[in-house]
């Protein structure tokens, strides 16, 4: 069982930046892929960026060039640098991991807030 902690979140004016954080724990298999998702409300969830065990990150159009993800496999942590925050960036962002047994787990979810 996996437990995703996401932390980080926050109110920023636009142009401003913020660091995600989430945290995995409990009896860890093996991650395959974490990532980051996105649901703003009224809409349906959304991939921001996704990053494997061993391979580069995948941004989402929307995001590339503002936000970078990095991932530290063997302190099961792993983080979303946003910068140029842009309202249309506000929403709630879900850690997520899944097992080379393709098993998915999610967090709770951290509120990010993007206003003047």
């Known amino acids: 069982q996996v437990h995703l902690v996401e932390s980080g979140g926050g109110s920023v004016q636009p142009g401003g930046s913020l660091t995600l954080s989430c945290t995995a724990s409990g009896t860890t298999p093996a991650l395959n892929t974490m990532g980051w998702y996105r649901q703003a409300v009224g809409n349906q969830r959304e991939l921001v960026a996704t990053?494997?065990?061993?391979?580069?990150?995948i941004y989402a159009d929307s995001v590339k060039g503002r936000f970078t993800t990095s991932r530290d496999s063997a302190k099961m942590l792993m983080n979303l640098q946003m910068n140029s925050l842009k309202p249309e960036d506000t929403a709630t962002y879900y850690c997520?991991?899944?097992?080379?047994?393709?098993?998915?787990?999610w967090g709770k979810g951290t509120l990010v807030t993007v206003s003047s």
């Open positions: 990053i494997p065990d061993f391979g580069s990150p």
């Open positions: 997520h991991a899944r097992t080379y047994h393709g098993v998915d787990y």
